[in-house]
């Protein structure tokens, strides 16, 4: 038992590096990661009767570096019998015969060239997601599946999209070069990114799968940070996360949403603050900021009130002005406007609303209308509020979101039906 | 007068090995004919859609697009072959390939040839 779960641990954390380094000697993903979920295979069936070795992340190494050089000699073999099979070896890449014996067994981490070509913006967002979670990751597709709500063979069939598409368009196996190297980043920070918020959303019931998800996105951008430690973009993606992540516990209660204004600060993880908080400070003395440390120092600017009135507001609607001029997005011109209010008065957080609303851009986009009709109940003005509220409940499709939208929407109807039985009651 | 011919059909990924085989003996045989008749330039079968990127040109910003993205409107109006290193390098040629005239509108799509299969 303890040997099963000392493999299962050295897979978890080993197999993104085994199948990177084997994707680069053999030009083949599927390859690779067969090899490795042979090498694990063996250490399950190894390791419970001759002990666990000294080094087990060397012997699933070698183990997979093993069992590579096994199945390409089987296909040499098989091969050589079968010339006909030409048309399938052509389109390989031309590196499919693999120096073996040559290759050093730990050469510098080959998983920056396998983030990089698993992000690579030739491939669709979907097909990015599954294929960094699949090999660096080291989840099964199963898993993955299971983890965006979707079925086996959709899953299946994205990742094999994506590996023919590697394999047939040639995309390389490389970091880029400095003059585009900016822009893959951004993609490969979107994809971690993307991959902690479909963890973060709260979904009723399959809160444990999806926290896996949160934490396999910190994994990931740990690693990323680990081997790009001077892009400061890195560290900001990694701090917000940590920064989100350390008010999971607080969200929910009872399956129901929590606002952060309500939320009991005492369930806040500070482990995650305080290491949060500690590597957007690293992040900061690279001088260049960019998206990601902005939103993770509002984040932290929330993480260090004690309680929701002392929020530095001011503060907060400063750094959403440069997060605009990075990023011109009505979104974010929206979460200013929200904390406007906050810190100018709600009239005018409204007003500034109202403006945002006149382009028609967020319209069909929930969070403006949740966003309107939160400043509309703090103004004591029920009626326009429960109408707000009903366009957001058209518009929101998570459930704990709806069932809290519902919530809001029925309290400023009883207020609103109480105050017109206490106007009726004047009249008589 | 030059002419191209512009090969449409309905991808099939699961065609069986036989019909590949016969299709390919026919484009085969026209080939010949045209070559032996000198009326023959080039002829290259392409990969499937999967395969294929889109680079597209949206007010001097450039966005790459996983799959076949022309729109209804854009018209074939011309190709390259490049013998590019890698996917990456196709990507800056077509980069650098003017799409349109009406500020620039439109987008290349690059589509791998099947390497030696022809030759």
Same mark, same amino acid.
């Given at each position: 038992?303890?040997?099963?779960?000392?493999?299962?641990?050295?897979?978890?954390?080993?197999?993104?590096?085994?199948?990177?380094?084997?994707?680069?000697?053999?030009?083949?993903? &599927?390859?690779? $990661?067969?090899?490795?979920?042979?090498?694990?295979?063996?250490?399950?069936?190894?390791?419970?009767?001759?002990?666990?070795?000294?080094?087990?992340?060397?012997?699933?190494?070698?183990?997979?570096?093993?069992?590579?050089?096994?199945?390409?000699?089987?296909?040499?073999?098989?091969?050589?019998?079968?010339?006909?099979?030409? *048309?399938?070896?052509?389109?390989?890449?031309?590196?499919?015969?693999?120096?073996?014996?040559?290759?050093?067994?730990?050469?510098?981490?080959?998983?920056?060239?396998?983030?990089?070509?698993?992000?690579?913006?030739?491939?669709?967002?979907?097909?990015?997601?599954?294929?960094?979670?699949?090999?660096?990751?080291?989840?099964?597709?199963?898993?993955?599946?299971?983890?965006?709500?979707?079925?086996?063979?959709?899953?299946?069939?994205?990742?094999?999209?994506?590996?023919?598409?590697?394999?047939?368009?040639?995309?390389?196996?490389?970091?880029?070069?400095?003059?585009?190297?900016?822009?893959?980043?951004?993609?490969?920070?979107?994809?971690?990114?993307?991959?902690?918020?479909?963890?973060?959303?709260?979904?009723?019931?399959?809160?444990?799968?999806?926290?896996?998800?949160?934490?396999?996105?910190?994994?990931?951008?740990?690693?990323?940070?680990?081997?790009?430690?001077?892009?400061?973009?890195?560290?900001?993606?990694?701090?917000?996360?940590?920064?989100?992540?350390?008010?999971?516990?607080?969200?929910?209660?009872?399956?129901?949403?929590?606002?952060?204004?309500?939320?009991?600060?005492?369930?806040?993880?500070?482990?995650?603050?305080?290491? #949060?908080?500690?590597?957007? &400070?690293?992040?900061?003395?690279?001088?260049?900021?960019?998206?990601?440390?902005?939103?993770?120092?509002?984040?932290?600017?929330?993480?260090?009130?004690?309680?929701?009135?002392?929020?530095?507001?001011?503060?907060?609607?400063?750094?959403?002005?440069?997060?605009?001029?990075?990023?011109?997005?009505?979104?974010?011109?929206?979460?200013?406007?929200?904390?406007?209010?906050?810190?100018? #008065?709600?009239?005018?957080?409204?007003?500034?609303?109202?403006?945002?609303?006149?382009?028609?851009?967020?319209?069909?986009? *929930?969070?403006?209308?949740?966003?309107?009709?939160?400043?509309?109940?703090?103004?004591?003005?029920?009626?326009?509020?429960?109408?707000?509220?009903?366009?957001?409940?058209?518009?929101?499709?998570?459930?704990?979101?709806?069932?809290?939208?519902?919530?809001?929407?029925?309290?400023?109807?009883?207020?609103?039906?109480?105050?017109?039985?206490?106007? &009726?009651?004047?009249?008589? | 007068?030059?002419?191209?011919?512009?090969?449409?059909?309905?991808?099939?990924?699961?065609?069986?090995?036989?019909?590949?085989?016969?299709?390919?003996?026919?484009?085969?045989?026209?080939?010949?004919?045209?070559?032996?008749?000198?009326?023959?330039?080039?002829? $290259?079968?392409?990969?499937?859609?999967?395969?294929?990127?889109?680079?597209?040109?949206?007010?001097?910003?450039?966005?790459?697009?996983?799959?076949?993205?022309?729109?209804?409107?854009?018209?074939?109006?011309? *190709? *390259?072959?490049?013998?590019?290193?890698?996917?990456?390098?196709?990507?800056?040629?077509?980069?650098?390939?003017?799409?349109?005239?009406?500020?620039?509108?439109?987008?290349?799509?690059?589509?791998?040839?099947?390497?030696?299969?022809?030759?």
């Amino acid at each position: 038992m303890e040997a099963r779960l000392a493999a299962e641990t050295v897979f978890r954390e080993e197999s993104g590096k085994i199948i990177a380094s084997l994707i680069r000697i053999s030009g083949s993903f &599927d390859r690779a $990661e067969d090899a490795t979920q042979e090498a694990f295979a063996a250490a399950l069936t190894t390791w419970p009767k001759s002990g666990i070795p000294s080094n087990p992340a060397a012997w699933m190494m070698t183990a997979a570096h093993r069992k590579l050089i096994d199945q390409v000699r089987r296909d040499r073999t098989v091969r050589d019998k079968e010339d006909a099979v030409r *048309y399938e070896i052509e389109a390989f890449a031309p590196s499919s015969e693999p120096n073996l014996e040559d290759e050093p067994m730990h050469l510098p981490d080959d998983r920056l060239r396998l983030i990089f070509t698993c992000c690579h913006p030739a491939l669709n967002r979907e097909g990015q997601v599954a294929l960094t979670l699949r090999t660096l990751g080291g989840l099964t597709t199963p898993e993955i599946a299971k983890a965006f709500l979707l079925p086996e063979p959709t899953l299946a069939q994205r990742l094999v999209r994506a590996k023919r598409k590697i394999q047939e368009a040639h995309i390389p196996y490389e970091v880029p070069p400095p003059e585009s190297l900016p822009e893959r980043l951004v993609s490969v920070q979107a994809v971690i990114y993307l991959i902690f918020n479909e963890g973060y959303v709260a979904a009723s019931g399959e809160m444990l799968i999806r926290t896996d998800l949160c934490a396999e996105a910190i994994r990931l951008a740990r690693v990323l940070r680990e081997l790009m430690p001077k892009e400061p973009e890195n560290l900001g993606l990694l701090a917000l996360m940590l920064l989100h992540d350390s008010r999971r516990a607080a969200r929910t209660r009872e399956g129901k949403l929590v606002t952060l204004e309500e939320q009991d600060r005492s369930l806040w993880d500070q482990n995650e603050i305080a290491e #949060g908080i500690a590597i957007l &400070d690293d992040a900061w003395k690279l001088r260049q900021i960019g998206p990601y440390q902005l939103q993770a120092a509002i984040s932290a600017l929330h993480s260090t009130a004690k309680k929701s009135a002392e929020t530095d507001w001011p503060q907060i609607v400063a750094i959403y002005g440069k997060l605009f001029e990075l990023n011109p997005s009505p979104v974010v011109a929206l979460n200013q406007a929200v904390a406007i209010a906050m810190s100018s #008065g709600f009239a005018e957080g409204l007003r500034r609303i109202d403006l945002l609303g006149e382009s028609g851009e967020l319209t069909n986009y *929930y969070l403006f209308h949740a966003a309107r009709a939160d400043i509309l109940r703090r103004l004591q003005r029920p009626a326009e509020a429960a109408e707000s509220y009903r366009s957001a409940l058209e518009l929101a499709t998570n459930e704990i979101e709806r069932a809290f939208l519902r919530d809001r929407l029925k309290g400023m109807e009883n207020l609103t039906s109480r105050r017109n039985h206490g106007a &009726d009651g004047d009249n008589f | 007068m030059r002419y191209m011919f512009l090969v449409y059909s309905v991808e099939s990924p699961d065609i069986d090995p036989a019909t590949l085989q016969s299709v390919g003996e026919k484009h085969r045989e026209v080939m010949n004919e045209a070559a032996q008749r000198g009326v023959f330039e080039s002829a $290259e079968p392409l990969k499937p859609t999967t395969t294929a990127t889109t680079v597209r040109s949206n007010n001097g910003q450039q966005q790459l697009l996983d799959g076949p993205f022309a729109e209804t409107k854009e018209q074939l109006a011309g *190709y *390259y072959i490049l013998n590019c290193k890698d996917l990456d390098d196709a990507i800056e040629w077509a980069k650098k390939i003017p799409t349109g005239c009406k500020g620039g509108e439109g987008c290349i799509e690059i589509r791998p040839l099947h390497e030696g299969l022809t030759h």
